[in-house]
Nanobody, 116 residues
Framework: QVQLVESGGKLVQSGGSLRLSCAAS????????MSWYRQAPGKEREWVAF????????NYADSVEGRFFISRDNAENTVYLQMNDLKPEDTAVYLC?????????WGQGTQVTVSS
């Protein structure tokens, strides 16, 4: 079964850190680029971070640059999002996405709530 399962989201205080994980199964994970997105209530889904299939390059939204870090372990079929210095505006459901041209796979998301 093709799936992505996110985990690690929880309630955290402003200034805190979290590491999200996204475990992949049922497809050739190492051939896909991976991204994290987030969606806050009443807002559009927002792209957060990207990593190439080999992990040799990353890119970030301006809003998280320098605070969030994406990484992957192709041996474990997992992508991570390390989030530091969290702010209340980072509160959202965080979803991972696998992309290989015409093939896109989404996870169900994990809730991150940052209290002020």
């Amino acid at each position: 079964q093709v799936q992505l399962v996110e985990s690690g989201g929880k309630l955290v205080q402003s200034g805190g850190s979290l590491r999200l994980s996204c475990a992949a199964s049922g497809f050739s994970f190492s051939s896909y680029t991976m991204s994290w997105y987030r969606q806050a209530p009443g807002k559009e889904r927002e792209w957060v971070a990207f990593i190439t299939s080999t992990g040799d390059a990353t890119n970030y939204a301006d809003s998280v640059e320098g605070r969030f870090f994406i990484s992957r372990d192709n041996a474990e079929n997992t992508v991570y999002l390390q989030m530091n210095d969290l702010k209340p505006e980072d509160t959202a459901v965080y979803l991972c996405n696998a992309d290989r041209g015409l093939s896109r796979i989404w996870g169900q998301g994990t809730q991150v709530t940052v209290s002020s």
